[in-house]
């Protein structure tokens, strides 16, 4: 499959209504450029892995518009045939239109022809095996290097909706989870996706673990990945629903039985889920959190001690923290 990109040099604050009055003629899923920094709310729900260069914003924005083009060359919008030109007329027309009641900068349209994109799998360029301390982590489409053969390895496919461990929120649970898990460990994991946390917790030598997800997809990304690294069905339970407000759910996961809680979420679920999760640690059972953006660790902090467990360590990694604390 082949596509045609047009890329549009505009202004940021004009992104918005060129990408919905485009959208109108058929033109979706626009591509941003901009050098606009990232919010901290923005960050929270992104979880970007890799971090965009902090370049000072001069205003301009390039929006690209990807169009597929058929064998014998012509393009398919809104589900009919038409060609390039016209493509290129009905931008034009639209961008005048605007021009007329704000400021859309250039203005300008440039065509480019892409090769084959499979837009599902190219990210995956992206992600390669790196450590988090002793633990290789490693794509599913990579081999082991000789030098890596007989370390601890993870091995992931996160999908398209999950997480690959790289996320600073991540390595920061894992590093907690190896200072507490036993043999003896039973472990809860809330939002688990695609199981990272609580397949590491059974490597390290977990009795078992529980997971729940919001996202019903999170059921097939969790039973790849215990394929993937040899995990028995019996040690790993998937259930989708919502701990802080379903009973349903809660009476799953069952009651004062973890021995750890981690949820690696963000920081204003945390406080709504904080109070409710003391109904599921044991006695002397460890909480670690994290996803808690730099700013918003005190919310997490203060949440903690109101349900009655004390903090044991807050860790941190570049944005962001872990809050770890103990159930009294």
Known sequence: MKWVKFKIKTLTEAEDI???????????????????????????????????????????????????????????????????????????????????FMDIGAGTITV??????????NWKEFFHQFYIDDLLVIPSWETVKEEDKGKKTLHIDPGTAFGTGMHETTQLCIRQLKKFITQETVLLDVGCGSGILAIVSLMYGAKKAVGTDLDPCAVEAVSQNMRDNGIPEDDF??????????????????????????????????????????????????????????????????AVREAGLSVLEVTHQGEWASVTARME
Not at 71 to 96: F, H, K, P, W, Y
């Open 18 to 100: 060129i990408i919905s009055t485009l959208y109108d003629i058929g033109l979706e899923g626009a591509q941003i450029e901009d050098k606009v920094p990232l919010s901290a709310w923005e960050k929270e729900q992104m979880f970007v892995d890799i971090p965009p260069a902090a370049e000072e914003d001069d205003g301009v924005a390039y929006l690209s518009f990807f169009v597929e083009e058929k064998e014998n060359g012509s393009l398919e919008v809104n589900g009919e045939a038409t060609d390039r030109e016209t493509v290129m007329d009905n931008i034009r027309a639209e961008l005048e239109d605007l021009r007329m």
């Open 237 to 302: 339970t998937m259930m989708i629903g919502n701990i802080i407000n379903d009973k349903e759910i809660q009476d799953k996961v069952g009651y004062m039985c973890y021995d750890i809680v981690v949820a690696n979420i963000l920081a204003d679920v945390l406080v709504e889920l904080t109070p409710v999760i003391t109904n599921h640690i044991k006695k002397g059972g460890i909480y670690i959190t994290s996803g808690i953006i730099q700013g918003k660790e005190e919310l997490v902090i203060n």
């Open 112 to 121: 480019e022809e892409t090769e084959d994109i499979d837009w599902i799998n």
